[in-house]
T-cell receptor
């Protein structure tokens, strides 16, 4: 099976812009979670989607949003970018809604100038 | 709220030496516990996991971890480290109440001296 894929892999934006990141889970996986990784804050949970519904949400401002499509692919959007949003954004998929092993993609590295 | 502590930010070992990475967790119930490894510029690869049962779990690449409820620990071990093991290692706790949410420790950077 193909692994979790994320596009784009690298992105440069300027402050105030918005950005959309995409994640395609492993075939058959219905849960997609997003994480932000920064040197200062480490790995932090953003949100999780299962069957197009947001199941869990982390402590991030409303500028961070996401959605999931019927084919389980997911997107996350960050509006009004700030310098502090520069990070590696990781997507993970798992087969079920309960706590399960999550398989991570390679991430999208976002640089905000 | 759940939390994970990895007390060692950096560890250096010689190739062939044994390794133990420490992880302590805080969680109100029996936790789901994971160790992931991350190479530079890469995503996270699962090394091993503990859900229930045998408290000594085996993983990939010769790693093992032991769950000790009394110490709230889930330390990662390897009897003989290879230069290719140099990477960052993350311990994580997962929710058992539904949903997929991992809380990660701050990571331990492993350097292997040849």
């Amino acid at each position: 099976k193909a692994g979790v894929t994320q596009t784009p892999r690298y992105l440069i934006k300027t402050r105030g812009q918005q950005v959309t990141l995409s994640c395609s889970p492993i075939s058959g996986h219905r849960s997609v979670s997003w994480y932000q990784q920064t040197p200062g804050q480490g790995l932090q949970f953003l949100f999780e989607y299962f069957s197009e519904t947001q199941r869990n949400k982390g402590n991030f401002p409303g500028r961070f949003s996401g959605r999931q499509f019927s084919n389980s692919r997911s997107e996350m959007n960050v509006s009004t970018l700030e310098l502090g949003d520069s990070a590696l954004y990781l997507c993970a998929s798992s087969p079920a809604v309960r706590a399960e092993t999550q398989y991570f993609g390679p991430g999208t590295r976002l640089l905000v100038l | 709220a759940q939390s994970v502590t990895q007390p060692d930010i950096h560890i250096t070992v010689s190739e062939g030496a044994s390794l133990e990475l420490r992880c302590n967790y805080s969680y109100g119930a029996t936790p789901y516990l994971f160790w992931y490894v991350q190479s530079p510029g890469q995503g996270l690869q699962l090394l091993l996991k503990y859900f229930s049962g045998d408290t000594l779990v085996q993983g990939i690449k010769g790693f093992e971890a032991e769950f000790k409820r009394s110490q709230s620990s889930f330390n990662l071990r390897k009897p003989s480290v290879h230069w290719s093991d140099a990477a960052e290692y993350f311990c994580a706790v997962g929710t058992t109440g539904g949903g997929n949410k991992l809380t990660f420790g701050t990571g331990t950077q492993l350097k292997v001296e040849l």
